[in-house]
């Protein structure tokens, strides 16, 4: 059974840094993308950061290009979002999830979601 957890996140205020983790379990991972996405009320879930596990190539979009760096750790069968110099607009439950990297390109595998809140 394949299983995404996330941890990490919490309240902090504007300016500040928070890391989230994502392990993964259930299945091999190295022909996967993991991506973060994130949801805040009453928005479309976006996608913020990705990473290809086997070559580490990466995605992010430009609303947080600068400021956060996704990474894995392959051993560890974790992916990371390290989150800086956050504002309140990154306010929201944050995501992670997997999908191969040939094939479709919908996010097959879910985690259960962390919420994060930025104070102004």
């Known amino acids: 059974q394949v299983q995404l957890v996330e941890t990490g996140g919490g309240l902090v205020q504007a300016g500040d840094s928070l890391r989230l983790s994502c392990a993964a379990s259930?299945?091999?991972?190295?022909?996967?993308?993991m991506g973060w996405f994130r949801q805040a009320p009453g928005k479309e879930r976006e996608l913020v950061a990705a990473i290809r596990l086997s070559i580490g190539i990466t995605y992010y979009a430009d609303s947080v290009k600068g400021r956060f760096t996704i990474s894995r750790d392959n051993a560890k069968n974790t992916v990371y979002l390290e989150m800086n110099s956050l504002k309140p607009e990154d306010t929201a439950v944050y995501y992670c999830?997997?999908?191969?990297?040939?094939?479709?390109?919908?996010?097959?595998?879910w985690g259960q979601g962390t919420q994060v809140t930025v104070s102004s």
């Open positions: 999830a997997a999908r191969p990297v040939w094939g479709t390109l919908e996010y097959i595998y």
């Open positions: 259930g299945r091999t991972f190295s022909n996967y993308v």
